[in-house]
């Protein structure tokens, strides 16, 4: 069944992101491969994301996706191939220096991964309170991205207390409340209904259009991408909506891994009019 069809050509015009050189990459991938256990994972793999550029990275199950993140943020390191981070090349950085440059960048991991013993509050504030920020300072800025995320009213509950999709909505408020420059989104709906899903998708919007922070995003559904592709976040509203005469966002583009390859690397547009057979049976 097709889950989506896009007829429109048109681009909305968006700024960049504030904090970063426009014409600078955050990220790049050189021809970067990895193996476990003698098990090729990832074969020669290459592509930019521009500052303010969402990249949502699709492909079926195993196929690397989540290895990819982990390699983006120097958890793994290649066996062959280069990794630049902000400009520094982070598959030889010692793990001293890449401490520092995840202060950078805020990871929001399959299934929320929330520290159950821990309050809402206290796992929002995990990062601030290892960098050792003052009381008041913690307090302002969790209560801020907790409003962000609309769960003000969780914050002395635990994650148990919580449904599914409101833990991964803690997720996301605990991968920005340090204002990262780079967000990794792994699979953030996963395992969630429709209306949930939307919901999330809805924060990741959010947070690209209001903050424009750069973000590599695994997902499976295709309508979770789709409708990052084709909304924006109107502030004045509180929502996200659908772009106007059919607009696509220029920010966002399309990954597609399969066979231990990146098959695909370009706009929304170019996805769906893909002539690939494997990418025209994905999508369909």
Do not use: W
């Amino acid at each position: 069944m097709v889950l989506f069809s896009i007829m429109a050509t048109a681009e909305l015009t968006r700024p960049a992101a504030p904090s970063e050189d426009p014409k600078q990459p955050v990220v790049v991938f050189e021809n970067v491969s990895i193996s476990f256990d003698r098990n090729e994972v990832l074969r020669d793999i290459s592509f930019k994301v521009m500052p303010g550029e969402s990249r949502i990275v699709l492909g079926p199950a195993g196929c690397g996706k989540s290895v990819l993140l982990k390699l983006a943020n120097g958890l793994l390191r290649p066996d062959s191939g280069r990794i630049f981070v902000f400009g520094n090349e982070i598959d030889v950085m010692p793990e001293e220096e890449l401490f520092k440059l995840r202060d950078r960048i805020g990871m929001v991991f399959q299934e929320g991964a929330l520290f159950d013993s821990m309050t809402v509050r206290d796992n929002v504030a995990y990062r601030l309170i290892e960098e050792h920020a003052s009381a008041e300072d913690i307090n302002r800025r969790v209560l801020e991205v907790l409003r962000f995320v609309e769960l003000e009213h969780t914050i002395d509950k635990y994650p148990s207390e919580l449904s599914g999709g409101m833990r991964r909505r803690v997720a996301i408020a605990r991968a920005i409340v340090s204002k990262p420059d780079l967000l990794l989104y792994d699979s953030p709906t996963g395992g969630l209904d429709p209306i949930t899903s939307t919901t999330i998708i809805e924060l990741v919007v959010k947070q690209r259009d209001v903050s424009h922070t750069s973000s590599l995003l695994v997902t499976h559904r295709l309508q979770d991408a789709f409708t990052m592709a084709t909304h924006y976040f109107d502030q004045q509203q509180n929502k996200m909506v659908p772009l106007p005469d059919g607009q696509l966002d220029p920010q966002t583009s399309f990954l597609m891994l399969h066979d231990r390859k990146l098959v695909f690397d370009g706009t929304t547009e170019e996805l769906v009019h893909s002539t690939d057979p494997f990418i025209k049976d994905y999508l369909e």
